[in-house]
DNA sequence: TTGAAAGCGATACCAG
DNA sequence: CTGGTATCGCTTTCAA
């Protein structure tokens, strides 16, 4: 690999010089110049980002972290990351947490050590703290660590109830609800929102709720459960997509049929919720814009730009589809 | 942040010695072990990865170029890299190249620019001579590039050749084929052993054969076009699992029952493909097994131990499931 | 068993 | 306008 110094040596310069045609800063001469850049053609030299990195204390590389980038939710919104980033001229660095707090911490740990220069990160489990003494900017995604951090999230609450009146529009009389994991903000605030709708009713108990904890099989089973102990229920919101195709899978072997016996609704707008059949009726949130809107709020924190804002609620909208 | 200099200063030794211990290496005191040790907790020290990189040229880090990452079996691929990437002590940056030749070298630039150990890539356009130019390990995956670089490959043919003839078994008497895209070397296969099975039948003409490009939408229209010119198919082999449910939902469109008017079957075994309904029968590749693979493959070259075999052609498996 | 010092490949300050 | 050089943080001879 041709280095700074080869360089110099065949423009016939010193390697200063080249640094400034490099990164085209400070005086040069015209003709230096193009000596220069003649011999950075002849020789394609690339200059090496590791020492840059090394002097500038900053990889270009900003670390992602995810509960698990098989969850197609994440999926997209890697992609939108990864387009958004290396359009900014940086690298992905792609870490799956499996929600799993000591794994949260050795990818934070390993990203600094990698001089990683911002991150972004979705999870439960992780404190402000941690966050501050990491002195790296970190915005924080679909899940809120602190009030005072970067932030975006969607209008869970809003769309949990745009979701359970929906369901009483279209004529549904008992709603159940498949929800997301305890302990899980936006699983707690899709709950408030259908809570809210539905906790006058006279027909309203507790145990029209049940667990799915955000996975399919769980959504089975709890559909399943569900519908056993109240059969008349008509109506089922699902607090995401995974979750309500579940319930329609449960419902196809019980033998209900969606949407006529029974209107299931989700939520996050997943690719998927468009392929099922039929297809699924859900509250969609910009999934892609997600993740472009964070990552060049977090370009703009590690560049220092001046930034409005850096807490995002962002906007979510009903889909109506096949299955309600 | 702490560095090495620090940790030197406090436990009243030098730089090398402070290295040794870290790398365990070369000889080192049982107490001044202990003395350095000892500073390295108090000041939870951690060495910084780009100045080691600088000096071994390496970054424990591998690249990750698929397509698109969205495409779920680059999605699983994803995942199991990664997963076997961390616990072997490596980072992985995720690259999407939508299978463009110059994005692709774009990002090998830049991987190389940053000392990966080495690259994992799935690609129909690179060539051999742009990999060996980069003078950096590197696996192919799911499409082989030349016959000399380390490969991993599934029986392409010979699960093309299983579907056919299940679906014949099955008691189909008109087969169409769904085909991928032109030039890529799996569809190719996929199509040949297809071929194989039906081109002495004497029904059998090319125009059974419609290309969906390796994406449900054109899939759907694709099926609908064969359908229509077709429509005495009662079976229906889509070179991928995408378009196998595009072709479901095209068959659904058109009033045709699956499975009892029209089988189809897949190819990849996607998570996707159990979630539909009916789920999809398919001829599964160990997805997460070949990630796995390629990644202790890349990492055994990288760290240039001895290997067995530098070409693995993976089994498929035919599942049957609802939609045959 | 330990330390001094020469890199690794770039950047940027300070002279000239 | 250009060059010399210290520096970023770590590893590895080479001596002592």
Redesign the pocket.
């Known amino acids: ?5 080869d ?1 110099a040596r065949i423009a ?9 045609v ?2 085209d ?9 193009e000596k220069v850049e003649k011999a950075i053609k002849e020789t394609s ?4 980002e ?3 990195s ?4 900053q990889s270009n590389t900003i670390g992602l972290i995810v509960p698990d980038i098989m969850n197609p939710f994440f999926t997209e919104l890697a992609r939108a990351v990864e387009d958004m980033a290396t359009k900014l001229g940086y690298n992905v660095i792609l870490c799956n947490s499996d929600g799993d707090k000591d794994k949260e911490q050795a990818y934070l740990d390993v990203l600094k050590q990698k001089y990683v220069n911002g991150i972004i990160v979705s999870s439960n489990t992780l404190t402000a703290l941690q966050v501050e003494e990491l002195n790296v900017p970190v915005v924080s995604i679909d899940r809120e660590i602190s009030k005072g951090l970067p932030t975006i999230v969607v209008e869970n609450k809003k769309g949990a109830v745009m979701a359970t009146r929906f369901l009483q529009n279209k004529g549904c009389r008992r709603i159940g609800h498949i929800r997301g994991s305890y302990g899980v903000a936006n699983a707690e605030e899709r709950y408030e929102g259908y809570k809210e709708v539905v906790s006058k009713e006279p027909w309203f108990r507790e145990s029209f709720i049940v667990n799915g904890d955000f996975d399919m099989q769980f959504s089975i089973e709890a559909t399943a459960e569900l519908l056993s102990l109240h059969p008349e229920i008509d109506g089922i919101f699902a607090a995401n997509d995974i979750m309500a195709i579940g319930a329609m899978k449960a419902a196809y072997r019980l033998g209900r049929k969606v949407p006529e016996e029974l209107a299931v609704i989700g939520f996050d707008g997943i690719k998927l919720s468009e392929v099922m059949t039929p297809e699924l009726t859900t509250i969609v949130q910009p999934i892609y814009q997600l993740g472009e809107t964070s990552t060049t709020m977090l370009i703009s924190l590690m560049e220092q730009q001046p930034i409005e804002q850096t807490y995002y609620t962002m906007a979510v909208e009903l889909v109506e589809r096949k299955s309600t």
């Open positions: 690999m041709t280095s700074i110094k360089v016939g310069v010193s390697v200063a010089t080249v640094s400034r490099l990164n800063k400070g005086y040069v001469g015209q003709n230096t110049r030299y690339k200059p090496n590791v020492a840059r090394l002097f500038k204390k």
